[in-house]
């Protein structure tokens, strides 16, 4: 048939290869998990008025509000007591005492101010408790006598490998209509977290004019009526900073670190923005995107030298904190954890890392237990793989905010995402021993007890099977 034919063969043998590696890169990447079908009503997130209830400051001359607590120590037996006082300091005391006793004992904070742009915060008060019994439901008292508001906690078990404790998670809230309803969901939730693990951007005040600082205030009484009762471990994200040169504004998360103390230094960190707690059977390692972690910074020393110290025997589910993903099929934030994630997950799959949980894109997300540590620039090894010994990372950013959903995601969806939906919510992480937890997520449109997405959790360190089919 002459060259002519022989060309127009060839042709079709290049034409039929091409089409068969496309059939097999799209089998390849459709290889994902489950897009949701649920579809939320596309509308606004809409912040709720200055004169809402929820934003309502408490009766009486210089009443204590936005009174909040943190763990104060590393193993759960000291509780960091926040509150703001407007019209002038008044008392620094915290009385506070145990529930089975009439003894009431005293601990004097301190107090701190700032200044913003044209802002001036009130009179801000941080007092740690000490020497706490484990597992007890103590009251507590701020405030001058005449407008003195009594709150009460529960301090966790004593660690222990198989302490049962239930952990509650939200991110990115804000103080829209939505994250009340994400806040209501949680507070009303049948698993009843007992601790919150925030995983970054609390009030969205940077997206005000001139950065309100109001704006902290106004979240800050919003969420009294959980953080007064239960600690919220603190994460840092991007609404945290308030870096703005262009305002005179040069410190970096100012009003943040003036407002949320967290005990850092009980890890021996050197910032408040990385370090870690112990409560019940979790170790809880809390990592900051946005302080610097290359090789030889504060924060990359510290976790080099943290991750060692965790005793599976005594605390085996191992969880971290962050608040920029590091796996994430939306077309938000898309990658903006890769360079922490290549820095540090080859630790997190050395040491069996359970879960890490993220905040940052607007939607949630849950992935398999992948990894992508083998390559090395020439070895072309730069996909993600499935490993029994990485952690599952979940993206808990659907608290509600100002900004949104996320909801342009990535098509297909790729093979690391086992679940991912545009909705708002929070979930809760059911620790129930050494072995197993329960996880499970609730979107906001359900009632409060529906679970949207739930998985079992077999711990890495004790259990390390599949659960892939569970």
């Keep these: 048939m002459g060259p002519s034919s022989s060309s127009s063969s060839s042709s079709v043998a290049i ?38 209830d929820v934003f309502a400051e408490p009766p009486g001359y210089n009443a204590p509000q936005q009174v909040h607590i943190t763990q104060g120590d590393h193993l759960g037996k000291a509780v960091i007591v926040s509150w703001i006082t407007m019209a002038e ?33 009130g009179y801000i008060h941080h007092c740690t408790i000490r020497h706490l019994e484990f597992d007890t439901k103590y009251y507590y008292q701020v405030g001058s006598a005449d407008v003195r508001r009594t709150f009460w906690f529960v301090t ?37 977290g007992k601790t919150v693990l925030f995983v970054g951007d609390l009030s969205y005040a940077d997206n005000y004019s001139n950065h309100d600082n109001v ?47 967290v005990p850092f230094r009980a890890s021996d960190s050197t910032a408040p923005f990385w370090y870690s707690i112990k409560r019940a059977s979790a170790y809880i390692i809390v990592l900051a995107s946005y ?10 020393e510290w976790l080099l030298q943290e991750l060692p110290k965790v005793n599976r025997t005594e605390t085996p589910w191992l969880i971290v904190l962050v608040h920029s993903p590091w796996y994430n099929s939306y077309n938000y ?9 290549v820095m540090f997950e080859p630790w997190f799959v050395n040491h069996k890392v359970d879960v890490v949980f993220a905040g940052h894109v607007h939607a949630y997300e849950r992935s398999e237990r992948v990894s992508n540590i083998a390559y090395d620039i020439v070895n072309h090894k730069c996909s993600p793989v499935q490993d029994q010994d990485a ?22 969806q790729p093979s690391y995402s086992a679940y991912r939906e545009a909705s708002f919510g929070h979930a809760s992480f059911d620790i129930k021993n050494r072995t197993h937890a329960y996880y499970s997520w609730h979107r906001n449109q359900d009632g409060y007890a529906v679970e949207a997405d739930s998985m079992w959790f077999f711990n890495r360190y004790w259990n390390s099977v599949d659960e892939s089919s569970t």
């Design 391 to 412: 952690p599952v990372y979940i993206t808990i950013g659907d608290g509600g905010n100002i900004e949104g959903l996320a909801n342009n995601m990535t098509e297909p």
């Design 215 to 261: 704006r902290w205030d106004t979240w800050g009484r919003f969420v009294e009526r959980s953080a007064a009762y239960q600690p919220w471990i603190w994460t840092t994200g991007n609404h945290e900073l308030d870096f703005a040169p262009e305002l005179g504004e040069f410190e970096p998360f100012k009003p943040f670190t003036h407002r949320y103390p």
């Design 291 to 300: 302080s610097a972690y290359g090789k030889y910074t504060p924060q990359y």
């Design 156 to 192: 966790p078990p004593p660690v222990g490998p198989d302490v049962p404790y239930t952990f509650g998670l939200i991110g990115d809230l804000g103080q829209t209509y939505d994250s009340n309803m994400t806040l209501t969901h949680y507070e009303l939730n049948p698993a009843k």
């Design 89 to 121: 300091p008044g008392s620094n005391t915290v009385v506070y005492w145990s529930e089975n006793s009439n003894i009431k004992l005293e601990e004097e904070g301190s107090v701190v101010t700032y200044k913003y742009y044209n802002y001036a915060s």
């Design 15 to 52: 034409v039929a290869a091409s089409v068969l590696c496309l059939v097999l890169n799209a089998t390849l990447l459709c290889s994902g998990g489950t897009t949701s079908s649920f579809v939320r009503k596309t509308e606004k997130s809409i912040d709720m008025p200055l004169d809402s």
């Design 333 to 341: 934030h898309y990658m903006e954890g890769e360079t922490m994630r």
